[in-house]
């Protein structure tokens, strides 16, 4: 490739990376403490840094914690616990007071972003939901107070069963009894304030449940046929994309289609009960690891295309105090040693590498039109990320056809390779010769997240990818 070539491939990454990781698409993970063998928060922070964890969620707001992220670059929520609900609805001096002391004597050098107020309020038995909108109005407030409102949002986490419905996705509503009195204030609040609604997503809980009607490949994010939602006629290749979208439509039901989600808590357990069907390490794995490539490489949800979604994994570290079944203290991405559970990467770095290094090579979700053969060792083929949006794909592309110099004869209409006559198929087919041409070196097949390497011969149809210049 010479020079100019390289510099124009160079500003084309440059156009995928603004593309597809903006400040509002990324990987955070929730720091929960309940345990008595943890490292210290210095360590921790360190161990975040070196994941290139650059988003943290705390349940608490722990000064040790919080001086340990000072000057991190490690973007903060905090959390006004359950129990303080009342205080802070009651009294705006309370409110005052909590914000100063664990906002205003960290902030700026913790880079605290967001506040949590209450953590599943509609589900707590100490029955503290009529404290949720007046203690985030009044924590507001004190925000105002600081002039830090428009450096410091605020949300309250939500589980799904908040959900009058959540099947199929269109039909989404929030409970009827909470609608007036709760989520109508909540999401004009967080339309006012220019905040999202924090959601707690678990579609490991629902397989669990339904393991008889949910397939395991859509609970995992790994190629299935999908599921098409009768009432919208989309179709559904995840069970996550399912239930934030049946919270998008719930949403949508009240008229507030403008307020973002941020899936403040989600994971998969690598450790369960003899009754906790799927918990273990290999499905904990496939679902935070194709999760991530799902968030960092792909578009939005099918209802929501555009959204940009932060998603916050549970949890940093196994926590050995938790109560309940197995399952509650095995959601760790880390031993309490900082030695990972499995291993995954959280940043688009890590992915690229991890796919140039055939150590992980998550299946293509095409609708079934990829078949696999397997070849010989040692051979590697370029397809594109189905999980990717279209414009990227489109992008890169165009770019291997045109500039990059592949040959794109053959999936020209009345061509060899011309069906099936999809955007996933001939994207395929174009980055792999180009990646081909180029001697399969590494980054060759990246395209901005829009590619990746795969060891088994692909086929689409008829057409099967070829290896070798």
Known sequence: MDSESLCRFSLVLLLFSVLSFADGRSIGVNYGRVANNLPSATKVVRLLRSQGLNRVKVYDADPAVLKSLANSGVKVTVNLPNELLSAAARRQSFAFEWVLKNVVAYHPATAIEAIAVGNEVFVDTHNTTRFLVPAMYNIYGALVKYNLQNDVKISSPIALSALQSSYPSSAGAFRRELVDSVFKPVLQFLRKTGSSLMVNVYPFFAYESNADVISLDYALLRENPGVVDAGNGLRYLSLFDAQVDAVFAAMSALKYDDIPIIVSETGWPSKGDTNEVGASVENAAAYNGNLIRRVLTGAGTPLRPKADL????????????????????????????????????????????????????????????????????????????????????????????????????????????????????????????????????????????????????PRYGKCELPFGN
């Open 310 to 457: 932060t998603v916050y994994l549970f949890a940093l570290f196994n926590e050995n105090k938790k109560p309940g079944p197995t399952s509650e203290r095995n959601f760790g991405l880390f031993y309490p040693d900082e030695s990972k559970v499995y291993d995954i990467p959280f940043t688009v770095e890590g992915l690229r590498k991890k796919d140039n290094d055939n150590e992980i090579h998550p299946a293509p979700m095409n609708k079934g039109e990829q078949r696999i053969s397997t070849v010989a060792s040692g051979q590697t083929w370029c397809v594109a990320n189905t999980m990717a949006a279209p414009e990227k794909l489109q992008l890169g592309l165009d770019y291997a056809c045109g500039e990059g110099g592949a040959d794109c004869h053959p999936i020209q209409p009345g061509s060899s390779c011309y069906d099936p006559n999809t955007l996933d198929a001939h994207a395929s087919y174009a980055f792999n010769n180009y990646f081909q041409k180029q001697g399969r070196v590494m980054g060759s097949c990246y395209f901005g997240g829009a590619a990746y390497v795969v060891t088994q011969q």
